[in-house]
């Protein structure tokens, strides 16, 4: 709590933080606790303005922040100043990206490397970029993915109804000058998947909620008493796996992932010639 009231008490931007997510914020520094002693080495990748990242920071993490600042919000004003100072305070390096838009990541240095809310925004497979932070986490160190459920209750319930369960029209179609919101959200399967093309050991996957504050007492305790049922109609999937010793990058599928990322195309493109007539 001590952490949580300082954030709040600190953070720079009046309204940013929604007292409707609280929970979200104790989400990943609870499952870090749990498998990690501070003062651990931690690189949070996509760290934005570090409201979340300084709830690790504030429990005695040592913590590295990374973002490249893409959204134009950050460059609106002061706002990037704001943030880096927010992150001195709390006692967070902050690493920006060169020129190029690279970052120069330490190899083998930190203890875990976490991504809250960040591989459903990526327009590209995340397989390269999770390849390049594995290279930074030492051997036996960890990965934490925080993702949204693409099949979580609300969704459901906005597909029953006839609702999109993608980001508003207008929040996309007037997106500029590139589209920087959710891109694919994901299931439980997909993350023991992407545990496995990693190579990694996955010592955890866990759902969790996220808008518990946002609803009366009554229906939360519904909405959880469901749930203890139907894990995975909570909002949140959460993936904890090991950097196992003697790791290396996978970059090559394997038959059986080949032929499945084949599976699901709009025709047969293997038994087809570069004319795209049958041979």
Known sequence: MDAWDWVNREFPFDGYIPLARRSSYF????????????????LDF??????????????????????????????LGNNRERILNYAAKAGIVYMLPDEAGNFAFKGNYYDAVILNNVIEHLHDSPRKLLNKLLNSVK?????????????????????????????SFDSFYWSSPSWRGHVREFVKSDLVKLGRALALETVDISSHHYHLDAVSPLLGKLFVFICRFVPSLRESWLLIARKPAGWMARDTPTDAE??????????????????GKDA
């Open 27 to 42: 989400e990943m520094p609870a499952a870090v606790l749990n498998w990690l002693s501070p003062p651990a080495r931690i």
């Open 46 to 75: 996509g760290a934005g303005p570090c409201d979340k990242t300084a709830m690790l920071s504030r429990v005695g993490y040592d913590v590295t922040a990374c973002d490249d600042f893409g959204d134009d919000w950050y460059n």
């Open 139 to 167: 051997s036996g160190g960890l990965l934490f993915v925080d993702v949204p459920n693409a099949a979580n209750l609300r969704k459901r319930i906005d597909l029953a109804r006839g609702r999109t369960n993608y980001p």
């Open 258 to 275: 080949a032929a499945a990322a084949r599976s699901r195309q709009y025709f047969r493109w293997e038994k087809n010639t570069i004319s």
